[in-house]
């Protein structure tokens, strides 16, 4: 079993949709959660960074971490065709500091917003 | 300062030829990350530079892995006798100690082996 589940889709829905992406883990260590975005031939861009549980919006994007269930969300409001792209979900038992925070990922799902 | 470079972006080799990568990375982070990721899959963490020491290296990278920062800049990684298993999209990153988690990641290297 992988640490770190994510459905891979693939996802396709039309502009202006509510989009929700979710990973499930196994390891309890895990503290820091984040959301990457990848284009195609492109690597990962970090979009969303939460620590412990509850939940973080930026903008369209809100994500939310429930470590008792140990499960992420990522939701994506009026989505858009720019957000068609590859989600992957990452995890850390550490952010830096005294160490240097090694990302485990999901396998990622591809989004395809269609006008 | 343009972000994490990689080079090439592409490589076609034959099976059993050896391959190397660069990545230069953004001039004041001081940590360097490998990572490989294979189709359909997320990326799989190889091994960590701080400055140019490095610190750890996964299972995953075999015997016919090599990977160096000379002087704390750049990076390379070697793959010696290659083999069809390890064409994938090799992507290097850097970061900070202020923001460990938040990586920027390069364009990545594209290795088929043929």
């Known amino acids: 079993q992988k640490e770190v589940e994510q459905d891979p889709g693939p996802l396709s829905v039309p502009e202006g949709a509510i989009v929700s992406l979710n990973c499930t883990y196994s390891?309890?260590?895990?503290?820091?959660f984040m959301w990457y975005r990848q284009y195609s031939r492109k690597g990962p861009e970090l979009l969303m960074y939460?620590?412990?549980?509850g939940n973080k919006e930026d903008g369209r994007f809100t994500a939310q971490v429930d470590k008792s269930s140990k499960y992420i969300s990522l939701f994506i409001r009026d989505s858009q065709p720019s957000d068609s792209a590859t989600y992957l979900c990452?995890?850390?038992?550490?952010?830096?500091?005294?160490?240097?925070?090694?990302?485990?990922f999901g396998q990622g799902t591809i989004l395809t917003v269609h006008p | 300062d343009t972000g994490v470079s990689q080079n090439p972006r592409h490589k076609i080799t034959k099976r059993g030829q050896n391959v190397t990568f660069r990545c230069d990375p953004i001039s004041e982070h001081n940590r360097l990350y490998w990572y490989r990721q294979t189709l359909g899959q997320g990326p799989e963490f190889l091994t960590y530079f701080q400055n140019e020491a490095q610190l750890e290296k996964s299972r995953l990278l075999s015997d016919r892995f090599s990977a160096e920062r000379p002087k704390g800049s750049f990076s390379t990684l070697e793959i010696q006798r290659t083999e069809q298993g390890d064409s994938a999209m090799y992507l290097c990153?850097?970061?900070?100690?202020?923001?460990?988690?938040?990586?920027?990641f390069g364009s990545g290297t594209r290795l088929t082996v043929v």
């Open positions: 990452a995890m850390s038992t550490n952010a830096g500091g005294t160490s240097y925070g090694k990302l485990t």
């Open positions: 390891n309890s260590a895990f503290q820091y």
């Open positions: 990153a850097s970061s900070s100690h202020r923001e460990g988690y938040g990586y920027t």
């Open positions: 939460t620590y412990s549980s």
